[in-house]
């Protein structure tokens, strides 16, 4: 069975029709990679799957681990394990790193009936994945990625994926704003985060970044559908021919 | 209205928990005030006659004052001759707590406040002040052992008078303002604290101000000293009943603190703050100063302003002894139609004092704060320091933060700081938060207690975690 199922979805935001009848079907243990043009929905996708309040679905279906997505609420959806990286994460000034990541930590907990950690059992399970992200323990202590560079925001982010654990991981441009180095670091940091019971799904510009990563499939975005899907070869067609040969 | 607005809204709509009201029958004077009205406050509380005097002097001069609308708060003109000026429960005063009427031990027991020593919160002594009086005073003897004075004002005028005597208005004169000469004339109790030099304090006190009554006022006193060398960590707590009218509670608070000595007076405000339409709540119109007296001394204030529907308070500091340090940390939360004008005076007259201010304003629903203080070095205030710092946080898009900061430097060598910043609580920080599994109330406390945590940790530990859940329950329902 699929874990994620799309089916026709069309969504505006506004008074602006983004997603014109998405089509997509993503099991476990897939990496399915989403490019397409500025504009073309994909950050739009990204978002309506984690119901963010500005999608508005018109249309269509969208069925999660045997369940209607659309229907739960984002804390539902979160908690049932959809995670999406930001593309922008928003800064939180005053509130400590490890304090959001304790509190999601432990909301994650409670949901899945474990006992929530103490302070000194969730620093010493942190600490292991600070490494593998490659960030510094005074990160926890700033404030929720105010005043982060760019590349601090993404590893804060890939941070909070080791840590949640999610089924369904939609990760949203995480390698834009990084240079070659910290592309390939997030690279290895996502294939070790490929399980067989996990599923992700990667939006993005550049074809660079799929070079490090073991892709399933390879969906072409254009004007709020998915015009072409296919493996790996699309991406050489792309880089040959740009995005409009594929053109709706 | 957006997410957040809703959220806010919803969120901030939790009934006010200390809100019931217990019948008793009370001694009450009847309403109206004169100076006959007077008379006989002071003639219940058998007080010398140089009292009477100081109280008759005040009232005569409150009469030529007007009552101050400087504020930014609007409210219809207060009517003094329709409240009540005096309600006491009928008892004759209980000599200890067994003799307290039960009904009473049970307010405060619901309130959280127990006053039976064996379930107090150990090291924390407590003065229960309901209506015009103090019921009771909870560890006298224990702090008596040490030479700490802790007991009602009423107590203190009958068994220390030549203290009250030497100390009463010395801080807060009898005609310093409209509401303080008022308070002068009608004061009727409220709780006195003296700390013998070089003693530390073995415990914290409190004072538990309730107002129970319908159509009074509180007009209580605090007098605090502390001698060379002391130290005092003294909170306050108040709550009332809900009802329709509004209900005017003017305090004075006096601190003094001679060479070395320092006093720390936290206060958690939670009166009434009136219903989601704005009917109701306390009139909190308070004076509130310290002078650091003697070189070295140190008086901070620390405030969690939860409560009332008008607040008009401006904990102030006179630092007059050489090197002494103020300090002011406030965090005051207005929702629905609460205004809070509060801020403080820090008046430098010593050489190299310091003071530093930190004030954090939240607003929600048609809530409107203000920040309003004043930093003053005279001309012998050589190396006068001040740090300011003061944030607004809002929620929604109906309501108001306003800062109204005035500095005044009296000679070249004044170094003064001041920062502010107003943000919002955002959408996009809250769908952040939902996104990683945060409920909306969560990520609205979250992200207040971030907001106010530099003045949560100036409590003392004990009330910090009080007053994070009622940062929780005044800001439930809004967000929705």
């Known amino acids: 069975m699929n874990m994620l199922e799309i089916r026709g979805l069309e969504v505006s935001i506004g008074d602006t029709q983004i997603l014109r009848g998405v089509d997509l079907s ?8 989403i490019m397409g043009p500025n504009g073309s929905g994909k950050s739009t996708l990204a978002k ?61 907990r409670r949901h899945r009936g474990e006992t ?18 490659g960030m510094s323990e005074d990160m926890l202590k700033r404030s929720v990625n105010a005043g982060f560079s760019g590349g601090e925001k993404k590893r804060n982010e890939l941070l909070q994926l080791a840590l949640l654990k999610p089924r369904l991981a939609i990760l949203d441009e995480l390698d834009s704003g990084l240079d070659i180095d910290g592309m390939k670091a997030v690279c290895t940091q996502i294939s070790s985060m490929h399980t067989p019971d996990r599923a992700m799904l990667l939006v993005t510009h550049y074809p660079r970044m799929l070079e490090h990563l073991r892709v399933d499939h390879v969906h072409i975005m254009s004007g709020g559908r998915l015009v072409q899907s296919g493996g790996l070869e699309l991406v050489g067609h792309l880089e040959q021919g740009g995005y409009e040969t594929f053109s709706a | 209205m957006s997410t957040a607005n809703k959220e806010i809204s919803d969120l901030l709509n939790e009934r006010y928990a200390a809100g019931f009201y217990t019948p008793l029958e009370t001694d009450s004077v009847p ?7 007077v008379r006989s406050i002071s003639a219940r509380k058998a007080e010398p006659e140089w009292l009477l005097k100081w109280r008759l002097r005040a009232y005569r001069r409150w009469l030529e004052m007007q009552e101050p609308h400087w504020a930014h708060a609007k409210y219809a003109p207060i009517d003094y ?50 209506d015009s009086v103090s019921v009771a005073t909870t560890f006298k003897e224990k702090l008596a052992e040490v030479g700490v004075i802790f007991c009602s004002f009423s107590d203190a005028v009958q068994e220390h008078p030549q203290l009250v005597r030497k100390y009463l208005g010395t801080v807060v004169p009898r005609g310093d303002n409209f509401y303080a000469a008022l308070n002068a004339a009608v004061f009727s109790d409220g709780s006195f604290c003296y700390i013998p030099p070089d003693t530390r304090c073995p415990m914290e006190l409190s004072t538990y101000f309730r107002i129970n009554a319908g159509n009074t006022g509180q007009f209580e006193r605090t007098l605090v000293v502390a001698d060379r060398g002391s130290h005092v960590s003294y909170l306050e707590g108040c709550t009332a009943p809900m009802r329709d009218n509004n209900q005017l509670h003017a305090a004075v608070v006096e601190l003094v603190a001679l060479e070395d000595a320092e006093i720390k007076y936290s206060t958690v405000q939670n009166w009434y703050p009136g219903d989601a ?29 939860t409560g009332s529907a008008i607040t008009w308070k401006y904990p102030s500091c006179i630092l007059r002894g050489d090197h002494s340090r103020g300090a002011f940390y ?10 809070a004008d509060t801020g403080t005076k820090m008046i430098h007259l010593g050489r190299h004092t310091s003071s530093t201010i930190i004030s954090k304003g939240i607003s929600a629903g048609h809530g409107q704060n203000a920040y309003r203080g004043m930093v003053e070095a005279g001309p012998r205030a050589s190396h006068a320091r001040n740090f300011t710092q003061c944030d607004s946080l809002l929620m929604g898009d109906q309501c108001g933060a306003h800062t109204f900061p005035v500095i005044r430097a009296g000679n070249c060598t004044v170094q003064v700081e001041h920062e502010a910043t107003t943000s919002k609580i955002s959408d996009e920080q809250l769908f952040y938060c939902r996104q990683r599994g945060i409920s909306t109330e969560d990520a609205v406390a979250m992200i207040v207690n971030g907001f106010c945590q530099r003045v949560l940790e100036e409590l003392p530990m004990e009330f910090a ?12 329902g809004a967000i929705g």
């Open chain 1, 26 to 33: 993503v099991s476990a243990g897939e990496i399915h990679v």
């Open chain 2, 330 to 339: 406030s965090v005051a939360i207005t929702n629905n139609w609460q205004q």
């Open chain 2, 81 to 130: 001759q329709a409240a009540s000026y005096y309600s006491a429960p009928k008892q004759d005063k209980p000599k200890s707590l067994d003799e307290v009427d039960p009904q009473i031990l049970e307010t405060y027991e619901k309130l959280g406040i127990p006053l039976r020593e064996r379930e107090l919160l150990a090291g924390v002594a407590v003065d229960a002040v309901f």
């Open chain 1, 48 to 108: 309506v799957l984690v119901g963010h309040p500005d999608c508005e679905v018109s249309s269509g279906e969208v069925d999660y681990a045997g369940r209607s997505l659309l229907e739960m609420d984002a804390e539902e959806r979160a908690l049932e394990g959809v995670f999406l990286a930001f593309q922008n994460p928003v800064e939180i000034p005053g509130v400590g790193n490890a304090y959001l990541l304790k509190a999601a930590v432990n909301a994650m």
């Open chain 1, 116 to 133: 929530e950690l103490d302070a000194f059992d969730f620093l010493s399970m942190v600490r292991e994945q600070l490494q593998q992200v």
């Open chain 2, 277 to 305: 339409q704005g009917r109701g709540g306390i009139y909190n119109f308070v004076t509130k100063r310290g002078d650091c007296r003697g070189a070295r001394s140190r008086i901070s204030w620390t405030q969690i302003e």
């Open chain 2, 31 to 37: 309403p109206g005030l004169s100076e006959d009205t």
């Open chain 2, 465 to 476: 975690v009080e007053a994070r859940k009622l940062l929780g329950i005044s800001l439930e």
